[in-house]
């Protein structure tokens, strides 16, 4: 099985010496999709002999599917530039590389395990740690959705998921959280409907905190939970006290 990785990057410096060697291991062929980088990431991926097409960003689910419309074999692993690939995920791909073709309607889920602010957490709004993202799938049968936040691949009839586990490092700094938050929050108002309501913010932000913290077991994270369960209260709060304001400025 001949396999194309498209990774998507921007401002990724961070973790991408980490990032790449493992999708290099695997790779036919590389793909790498930046949306404006203007830290290292371009250097970075230069030193790897990697030369990233540049592509202003939308959505995550059109950015890679972008990618994934530029790959030349129908296999594809797709990657975010926060997600490092452990040995035994990079062992079960080789694996699977070198078995006999899976049939195209079979998809392979990733065991993701979400990182904030350095540590290991049970849950992140909005899914539980792990999760199983699909994302090694056939082209010909499956593209990500088109939500403006959280997409998903589409088109698969079954799945499997890899061994091994995949660190989704998303948030190392508050700083980083606040910016996504700000962007997930903008990106969800501007391309789906959200209730422009006051009382809808302020009480499912409450509710936000409840669930992500208690019910979702943020508590037994320390600090780094209770950091978590409030990014899940200010991105409920935010989303439709953005959509409120976008609704009166129409007015």
């Given at each position: 099985?001949?396999?194309t990785?498209?990774l998507?990057?921007?401002?990724?410096?961070r973790?991408?010496?980490?990032v790449i060697?493992?999708?290099?291991e695997?790779?036919?062929e590389?793909?790498?999709?930046?949306?404006?980088?203007?830290?290292?990431?371009?250097?970075?991926?230069?030193?790897?002999?990697?030369?990233?097409?540049?592509?202003?960003?939308?959505t995550?689910?059109?950015q890679m599917?972008?990618?994934?419309?530029?790959?030349?074999?129908?296999?594809?692993?797709?990657?975010?530039?926060?997600?490092?690939?452990?040995?035994?995920t990079?062992?079960?791909?080789?694996?699977?590389?070198a078995?006999?073709?899976?049939?195209?309607?079979t998809?392979f889920?990733?065991s993701?395990h979400?990182?904030?602010?350095?540590?290991?957490?049970?849950?992140?709004?909005?899914?539980?740690?792990?999760?199983?993202?699909?994302?090694?799938?056939n082209?010909?049968r499956?593209?990500?959705?088109?939500?403006?936040?959280?997409?998903?691949?589409?088109?698969f009839?079954?799945?499997?998921?890899?061994?091994?586990?995949?660190?989704?490092?998303?948030f190392?700094?508050?700083?980083?959280?606040?910016?996504k938050l700000?962007?997930?929050t903008?990106?969800?108002?501007?391309?789906?409907?959200?209730?422009?309501?006051?009382a809808?913010?302020?009480?499912?932000?409450?509710l936000?905190?409840?669930?992500?913290?208690?019910?979702k077991?943020?508590?037994?994270?320390?600090?780094?939970?209770?950091?978590?369960?409030?990014?899940?209260?200010?991105y409920?709060?935010?989303?439709?006290?953005?959509?409120?304001?976008?609704a009166?400025?129409?007015?």
């Open positions: 099985m001949k396999l990785v498209c998507l990057t921007f401002d990724s410096q973790l991408l010496r980490e060697p493992p999708l290099l695997l790779a036919d590389l793909v790498v999709v930046d949306s404006g980088s203007s830290d290292d990431t371009l250097a970075i991926c230069a030193a790897f002999g990697l030369a990233p097409i540049h592509r202003p960003y939308r995550h689910a059109d599917n972008h990618a994934v419309s530029l790959a030349r074999n129908d296999w594809v692993l797709c990657i975010d530039s926060d997600e490092v690939l452990d040995a035994r990079v062992a079960g791909l080789r694996g699977l590389k078995g006999p073709e899976p049939e195209a309607g998809a889920r990733l993701r979400w990182h904030v602010l350095g540590r290991e957490v049970h849950a992140i709004y909005p899914v539980s740690s792990p999760d199983y993202p699909v994302r090694l799938f082209r010909s499956v593209r990500f959705n088109d939500a403006p936040v959280d997409d998903k691949a589409v088109g009839a079954r799945t499997e998921i890899l061994p091994g586990r995949v660190r989704h490092d998303t190392r700094t508050l700083g980083e959280m606040q910016q700000d962007a997930y903008s990106r969800r108002v501007r391309y789906s409907r959200v209730s422009p309501s006051l809808r913010a302020a009480a499912g932000g409450v936000a905190f409840l669930k992500w913290y208690f019910r077991g943020g508590w037994r994270d320390g600090l780094v939970g209770l950091a978590a369960g409030a990014y899940a209260a200010a409920t709060f935010l989303k439709y006290f953005k959509s409120w304001q976008s009166r400025r129409r007015a």
